[in-house]
């Protein structure tokens, strides 16, 4: 299976302050054929499912403020939230899709410093 | 807008087997363009992919509980089911159901998500 390793484990930002996460693969999630990233982010806020921000590594999902970004390729992959707002505190999931079994990073607790 | 809900008993004892049921509104689960999916969630192990149902009924389930799933579709009604065999206390968690675009997919959107318990 592939491991998904996320740093750190949590994280206190201060409000307008940029907020980055990391996200580790155990093997690369870039697949050849198609040079894509097979690698989508999650935000789950407290009593809420996880809410898709990110897939193939860098694409926004629609609605998504801009603030939030992805990047890397291969096995090391970034979120980053340019300017961090009050409603961001979440914890924050990394998931490859490149193999089965999909698999998820253990999260990263974001909250307000 | 597509909306997923699941629905199921909170409690089943060990050694008993979890029946679950996601209710899918705005497609069509026969469409065959989606992978309509089970995962649960655990403070210890934290999100683990079950498994998914596709194409009228072919399946995929994780190797980890595969000797104990089955995923299955009930087109008349729109839904589609997880059934856990053998349950422990290790699979008490909070399953959610969510839709994939595809084998090799993200997954979006997920269902608010019930909490199963395992006890006696």
């Known amino acids: 299976d592939f491991v998904m390793t996320q740093s750190p484990d949590s994280l206190a930002v201060s409000l307008g302050e940029r907020a980055t996460i990391d996200c580790k693969s155990s093997?690369?999630?870039?697949?050849?054929?198609?040079?894509?990233?097979?690698l989508a982010w999650y935000q789950q806020k407290p009593g809420q499912p996880p809410k898709l921000l990110i897939y193939?590594?860098?694409t926004r999902e629609s609605g998504v403020p801009d603030r939030f970004s992805g990047s890397g390729s291969g096995t090391d992959f970034t979120l980053t939230i340019s300017s961090l707002q009050a409603e961001d505190v979440a914890v924050y999931y990394c998931?490859?899709?490149?193999?089965?079994?999909?698999?998820f990073g253990q999260g990263t607790r974001l909250e307000i410093k | 807008q597509v909306q997923l809900q699941e629905s199921g008993p909170g409690l089943v004892k060990p050694s008993e087997t979890l029946s679950l049921t996601c209710s899918v509104s705005?497609?069509?689960?026969?469409?065959?363009?989606?992978?309509w999916t089970w995962i649960r969630q655990t403070p210890g192990k934290g999100l683990e992919w079950i498994g998914y149902?596709?194409?009228?009924?072919?399946?995929k389930y994780n190797p980890s509980l595969k000797s104990r799933v089955t995923i299955s579709l009930d087109m008349s009604k729109n839904q589609f089911s997880l059934k856990l065999t053998s349950v422990t206390a290790a699979d008490t968690a909070l399953y959610y159901c969510a839709r994939s675009g595809g084998e090799f997919s993200w997954f979006d959107p997920w269902g608010q998500g019930i909490l199963v318990t395992v006890s006696s």
């Open positions: 705005g497609v069509s689960v026969s469409s065959g363009s989606y992978y």
């Open positions: 998931q490859q899709y490149y193999s089965s079994p999909h698999t």
């Open positions: 149902v596709y194409n009228r009924g072919s399946t």
């Open positions: 093997q690369s999630v870039l697949y050849s054929s198609n040079n894509k990233n097979y």
């Open positions: 193939w590594a860098s």
